[in-house]
């Protein structure tokens, strides 16, 4: 709620950050029937991480969300065996979609830093046209311009949502649809100008550049320890997580402790909201 308060119009079950892949189908189950007691419109905002290498599972998952009235899913792909071509990927997502009860809204999920397995831009463009109106979107979030600037130019039918911050803006004076990332935890207002007017927005990149990256996605960037650090640092409720897989970083531990970090100031009052934004 936080984040659609502060500017979001969909938030993402499951995703990265949201730590998808530890969770099972009961723990699932049990958040979309607390979003849905809570009277949020999962129609309209809530979107479902899909995260399993098995297509049966993968459908099972995208069912869930599906039959209980959500909106769309993001759908990575089958992470375990590496090295697959576009053939192999290509039936994998079609078996998926095929067992989908009402499948809509399908955002396919590029993250070749934590899957292994990247979704060439010809893949993408054979997955809508064989399922027109069903993907209707690519998250990128290699961390790539050039990657982000083929997706772009290629597919300008599809909705282009940006995972990496620092190329948002860049992004969306191009084409792009908006984002679904992690800032958007803790900073969504501050960052609305980037997907509404394409706007750089000072502070962003030196955020970033504060983990000690290059990639956005490099060192576990993404990882629910990390951004758990930045939620608490600006006032943002948080959940334990479930597995801490990577450690937080020593220089990143003050921002709990202290309770308070560097950030640019947001705008007095939300900017109206058009472009599509949400929390992974």
């Known amino acids: 709620r936080n984040c659609l308060d502060e500017g979001c119009s969909t938030v993402t079950l499951f995703g990265t950050t949201g730590e998808g892949a ?3 189908s009961g723990q699932r189950a049990a958040m979309l029937e607390a979003m849905d007691d809570a009277g949020l419109d999962l129609r309209a905002t809530v979107l479902a991480g899909v995260a399993a290498s098995a297509a049966e599972d993968a459908s099972a998952q995208a069912n869930q969300l599906y039959d209980a009235g959500g909106r769309g899913i993001l759908l990575a792909p089958p992470f375990y065996f590496k090295g697959v ?4 990927l290509y039936r994998w997502f079609s078996t998926v979609l095929e067992r989908c009860r009402d499948p809509r809204e399908v955002i396919v999920y590029h993250l070749p830093s934590i899957t292994a397995v990247p979704l060439s831009s010809p893949l993408i463009g054979r997955l809508k046209r064989a399922f027109p109106g069903v993907v209707t979107g690519v998250k990128d979030s290699s961390g790539e311009w050039a990657n982000t600037e ?3 130019a290629d597919h300008a039918d599809l909705h282009i949502l940006v995972g990496d911050e620092r190329q948002l803006a860049r992004a969306m004076r191009q084409g792009g649809s908006g984002a679904i990332n992690g800032f958007s935890n803790f900073c969504a207002r501050t ?9 750089d927005v000072a502070g962003i990149a030196e955020l970033v550049g504060g983990f000690g990256v290059e990639n956005l996605d490099d060192a576990a960037f993404g990882h629910p320890e990390h951004i758990g650090c930045l939620q608490f640092a600006h006032g943002v409720a948080l959940a334990q997580v479930l597995v801490e897989f990577y450690p937080v ?8 402790v202290c309770g308070s970090a560097p950030w640019p100031a947001a ?7 058009s472009g599509r934004s949400g929390s992974s």
Do not use: N, Q, T, Y
């Not at 960052?191 to 706007?199: A, D, F, S, T």
């Not at 970083?249 to 709990?256: E, G, K, N, S, Y």
């Open 150 to 152: 083929r997706l772009l």
């Open 267 to 273: 705008p007095a009052a939300p900017p109206s909201w």
């Open 85 to 88: 071509g576009d053939e192999g």
């Open 249 to 256: 970083a020593a220089h990143l531990r003050p921002l709990c």
């Open 191 to 199: 960052i609305l100008p980037m997907v509404e007017r394409g706007e």
């Open 22 to 24: 530890s969770l099972g």
